[in-house]
């Protein structure tokens, strides 16, 4: 089945550094890559996605990169903030509606 | 409602007692997901609705869990017999649905932080 790898587990930056989380994938069958945000105690919240008909999308701070060939996407954050601090899960899947596959997560802290 | 709502939000039960989850999803959303996050993991998928029919429970862990969404609107996730390595949060997440759309995006409840005595 599918597997997803989160790197890093915790990553710490200054305010208004970028950050970057990579994941990969295991089944080239994945065609759908959402980026959740996780605050403590709260309900992950979708942050952008990815369709494997396209390369890259950006909504202001955040973007997505996906290498098809490879078989990796990342999340891009520029000029953090501390509101950014929060776990961050990528997810796969392969058909549409099927179950996400969701990585490790990775903490970010940002510090003002 | 305006989003994924479930209750309770939080449940202690005793090891062997029945527990019985709740989900109401977005108004609309024909598909609905169950999972399962233990603390300090990404969550885990359990099962998955389209509508009221069931149409994956790859995912539940034992035979003790089960899950109706018997008129395809709220879901019910039920554990029977319940064990200590159950507690988890149990997040419900709902979508528009699949076919032509393609993939739509997962919309996830708070969930219900269940804890086994």
């Known amino acids: 089945g599918e597997n997803v790898e989160q790197h890093p587990s915790t990553l710490s930056v200054q305010e208004g550094d970028s950050a970057v989380i990579k994941c990969t994938y295991s089944d080239s069958a994945s065609n759908y890559f959402p980026w959740y945000k996780q605050e403590l105690g709260k309900r992950p919240q979708l942050i952008i996605d990815?369709?494997?008909?396209?390369g890259e999308k950006k909504d202001q701070r955040i973007a997505v990169t996906l290498n098809k060939t490879a078989k990796h996407f990342s999340l891009h954050i520029t000029e953090t903030q501390p509101e950014d601090s929060a776990v961050y899960f990528c997810a796969a899947s392969k058909q549409a509606g099927t179950a996400l596959i969701f990585g490790k997560g990775t903490t970010l802290s940002v510090s003002s | 409602g305006a989003g994924v709502s479930q209750s309770p939000r939080y449940k202690v039960a005793k090891r062997g007692q029945d527990v019985a989850l709740r989900c109401d999803p977005i108004s609309g959303h024909v598909s609905l997901f169950w999972y399962q996050q233990a603390l300090g993991q990404g969550p885990e998928f359990l099962t998955y609705f389209q509508n009221e029919a069931q149409l994956d429970k790859s995912g539940l862990p034992s035979d003790r869990f089960f899950a109706e969404r018997p008129e395809g609107s709220v879901s019910t996730l039920k554990i029977q017999r319940t064990q200590q390595e159950d507690s988890a949060v149990y997040l419900c997440?709902?979508?528009?649905?699949?076919?032509?759309?393609?993939?739509?995006?997962?919309?996830f409840g708070d969930g219900t932080r269940l804890s086994i005595l």
């Open positions: 997440a709902s979508s528009l649905g699949a076919g032509a759309l393609g993939n739509q995006p997962q919309h």
């Open positions: 990815i369709r494997s008909n396209v």
